[in-house]
């Protein structure tokens, strides 16, 4: 076994990675950028070395200066967790060329697969059933354009270097090709430093299902079951679990056959996965094999009772797996829910901010979070915005389904936008719970998944509204508030005094009055009417007693808003600001701005250009995904603010149009 290995990632992934290395007495050696100096995985590791800038360009994907910081550390293995330079042939080469174990596949197992055209390719000749497609390499836009055309539509076009939803787009029609060619190109260019393409037939209601596999040097291969990750967002997982449901003993075998099968023809070595869409009739399809450990990993360590880092440092160190494919056995269910900074109301677009406050579900032997940030770390706009993985584990879906619900409750981050919320929501609908979803289901039930419950937000504006009231600032010290002059509420000589707060939210101003009942208050909205009592404030929770119900919960007081998080939702109420009344959303329409900081890297009007409603005006690339910035209303570009390369910051504008 190693003595020391180096760890060439960021976040949750390095910090998971340490804590197997540590629990084997091995030694950790972490790398970070000048943006992650302060980073958890830093402190997670027993050694850590600065290797560049923030950009991941200059730091995590710089091959070089990790294996320079290896060598010099001493540092036998180099574990590259996922993404980054994890499937980067070149890098396997040069970790064997300088004599340090790459905890991976050997290089030829990713070139074998690190294109999803070539994969394809040998896929089809092993027999391998594939979705209707173009893999070719003649990359010309006539060829691709032709080839669209007798695949039909809808498809999708998807970059043949990489993975992550990076370089996909859905083309419903011709017309709509180029754009998204483009697009797609240029995004996997910068995400995978290669524009080449594939072209595939939309299914329609397909399930995305992978099997994990593993396999080491003496020539043995298992499969360690399967799991479901259909619900996705912008091409992209947010939830996974194992086993997949509705699977039959007989489908799993033939799946798992397929995924060894596969694996073995390439003489494959360590982790892996290989995903296949199965199609409403159970026929299934190979999409692709991820030469690497991958994010969803948790869901499946939970039903086999398996750590997996574990299983790549014995095997990368010449050892056999742990197990032969008839001792591995399925216990219960997991589910994993990934904790995304983004703003779901907004196309789940990444948000960017500081954690200001952070509370994590109570400690249960059946729920893990793997998270790589803590309270006060800022989400920046340079690398993949997810904060944290919530594990579940119980004897059946059902009951994990009530677990990750529970806990999703419990689980409060303020200070930026997340997706706890429509988590909590997805994972107590009906028809989810019941197991009839595809990878649609989020598009397919987005109104439904996107409404706030009345009732919930009725009470979060007046428990706001009393977040404001002197009289709640501090809680009230013991033997304190007997007497008038040391209480500071709305208590008078005669008549109790009434007293107006207005909030806005979601750019609706939101009027509560409230006055003092006996040692209660009363709060009224809307023709609602709500009694309080028995409150209290402290610098981050808030009780109170509702209409005789008791609630507690976390709270973000600063000069401009007040945020809080009640029953698994997060609500930010502004004060409003006076100076722009009369101001309307139109009257920004004539100047877009950007919905978050980024960089702009497209420009595909020029001076003078008209647009209509829809045009895209400019593109801004923020943690990995582009964002289109579109006109809302028709007009002429009369000035382009800011050029391809610039960074933006939230909020800025864009270019100005004139209306017509």
């Known amino acids: 076994m190693f003595s020391k290995i180096l760890i060439a990632n960021r976040g949750e992934i390095a910090v998971r990675v340490a804590r197997t290395a540590r629990s084997l ?20 590791c027993d050694e850590a070395y600065c290797i560049g800038g923030a950009a991941a360009s200059e730091s995590y994907l710089d091959a070089a200066r990790i294996l320079q910081v290896a060598q010099d550390c001493g540092a036998e293995a180099i574990h590259p967790g996922y993404g980054f330079l994890s499937e ?5 080469r040069a970790c064997e060329t300088a004599g340090i174990v790459f905890i991976g596949p050997p290089a030829s197992a990713i070139d074998a697969m690190g294109s999803k055209s070539e994969a394809k390719a040998l896929m089809a000749s092993a027999g391998v059933p594939l979705v209707p497609g173009y893999h070719d390499d003649d990359q010309t836009e006539a060829r691709l354009v032709q080839e669209s055309e007798r695949i039909g539509y809808p498809q999708l076009i998807k970059a043949s270097a990489g993975g992550g939803g990076k370089g996909m787009r859905l083309v419903e029609s011709l017309d709509e090709f180029a754009a998204a060619l483009t697009s797609a190109r240029r995004e996997a260019s910068a995400s995978f430093g290669d524009d080449k393409v594939l072209i595939e037939r939309y299914l329609t209601k397909p399930r995305h299902v992978e099997l994990q596999i593993f396999a080491d040097s003496h020539g043995a291969c298992v499969h360690l079951f399967e799991r479901d990750c259909s619900i996705q967002r912008r091409h992209q997982k947010i939830l996974e679990e194992a086993p997949a449901p509705g699977i039959s003993d007989e489908l799993r075998a033939q799946m798992g056959k397929a995924a060894v099968d596969c694996a073995q023809a390439i003489n494959y070595v360590g982790a892996g996965t290989v995903e296949f869409l199965l199609d409403q009739d159970d026929s299934f399809y190979f999409m692709e094999m991820n030469t690497r450990l991958q994010v969803e990993h948790p869901v499946t360590e939970m039903i086999t009772a398996q750590d997996l880092v574990e299983w790549q440092l014995r095997v990368a160190a010449g050892g056999a797996l742990p197990l032969e494919q008839v001792g591995i056995e399925c216990h219960g269910h997991a589910i994993e829910a990934r904790i995304y900074a983004e703003t779901p109301q907004r196309d789940f677009m990444s948000a960017a901010g500081q954690i200001k406050y952070l509370s994590q579900p109570a400690a249960d032997p059946g729920v893990r979070i793997d ?7 800022m989400i920046g ?10 594990i579940v584990h119980a004897d059946t879906r059902s009951a994990a389904l009530a677990k990750l619900a529970h806990a999703l409750r419990q689980y409060h981050i303020l200070g930026l936008n997340t997706n706890i919320g429509f988590i ?58 007997h007497s008038a002059w040391d209480r500071r509420d709305l208590w008078r000589m005669n008549l109790s005094a009434d007293l107006c707060i207005e909030l806005e939210y979601e ?7 409230i006055r003092r009942e006996h040692e209660s208050w009363r709060f009224e909205l809307e023709d609602e009417s709500y009694l309080l009592a028995g409150g209290w404030i402290e610098p981050a929770c808030m009780r109170f007693e509702m209409d005789n119900q008791r609630l507690e919960f976390p709270l973000l007081r600063e000069a401009d808003a007040i945020t809080l998080s009640h029953q698994g939702q997060v609500y930010r109420f502004a004060l409003p600001d006076r100076s722009h009344e009369g101001d309307s959303d139109a009257a920004d329409a004539d100047h877009p701005r950007a919905p978050m900081s980024g960089a702009v890297v497209a420009l595909p009007v020029a001076l003078g250009d008209t647009v209509e409603p829809g045009s895209t005006l400019i593109v801004i690339e923020a943690m990995k995904m582009e964002h289109a910035i579109v006109a809302q209303i028709s007009g002429s570009v009369s000035e382009i603010l800011f050029a391809v390369g610039d960074q933006v910051d939230e909020g800025d504008t864009l270019v100005i149009l004139e209306v017509e």
Do not use: W
């Not at 007495?25 to 958890?40: H, N, R, T, Y």
């Not at 706009?381 to 919530?390: H, T, V």
């Open 25 to 44: 007495g091995i030694s950790s050696v972490a790398v970070f950028s000048s943006a992650d100096k302060d980073a958890l995985h830093v402190e997670a």
């Open 424 to 481: 909590t929501r997805l994972v107590t609908m009906t028809e989810f719970r019941a197991a009839d979803f595809d990878t649609g289901y989020i598009a397919k039930h987005q109104t439904q998944l996107m409404a706030q419950d009345p009732r919930q937000l009725q009470q979060a504006k007046v428990l706001a509204a009393a977040a404001m009231l002197p009289a709640f600032e501090l809680r009230q010290p013991a033997g304190r508030g």
């Open 381 to 390: 706009i340079n690398y993949d915005p997810m904060i944290a993985k919530l």
């Open 88 to 92: 980067n042939a070149a890098f396997a």
């Open 507 to 513: 750019a609706e101003i939101n009027r509560v009055q």
């Open 371 to 377: 998270t790589g940030v803590r309270c006060g770390d």
